[in-house]
């Protein structure tokens, strides 16, 4: 588990764009959010980031940079970023389980007869300072009730008003 206040790990990897992201060389006013999904395989993964993907705009506006991850290939992730309506969402894909399990994320294998890659990771939700330090982190063993995006909105405005302290940290 990784504690607030503290840097988070490194995320380098490809894009769908045929572009490279980096989390150590993003300059957010504000923070970067990071959305880990499952993969191509899941219905409710592509429900939550095309609602991200219709809601970027209101996180482009408040200085929040934003990308969506996952284990998947790029053949699956390229699939994903043309039937899903994701908008201007950056898409990764290629990350490792080492790297997974760095940001706590739990991993679950294909089942069988399903579309399900061979291992893949469950959902997380990061929101990082521009300095590389965790701000707040949701983490899940499932692939339901995610946090909503509109309730995040809101909570970031009044962070970012109140200038509101990362919590948790006594963990």
Known sequence: MLKPKTKVPALNLPLTIDAEYDLAKQTPENFTLV???????????????????????????????????????????????????????????????????????????????SDEPEMFSEPGLFVIRPDGELYFASVQNAPFTRPPLDQLLQGLDFVMDKDYPTRGTLT
């Open 35 to 113: 959305v880990f999904y499952r993969g191509k395989h899941c219905p409710i993964c592509k429900k939550y980031l095309e609602e991200l993907g219709s809601k970027l705009g209101e996180f482009t506006k408040r200085g929040i940079n934003t990308v969506a991850v996952s284990m998947d290939s790029k053949e699956r992730a390229m699939v994903t970023d043309g039937e899903w309506n994701t908008g201007d969402v950056p898409l990764a894909y290629d990350m490792s389980e080492e790297t997974a399990r760095e940001w706590g994320l739990y991993i679950s294998q294909k089942r069988p007869d």
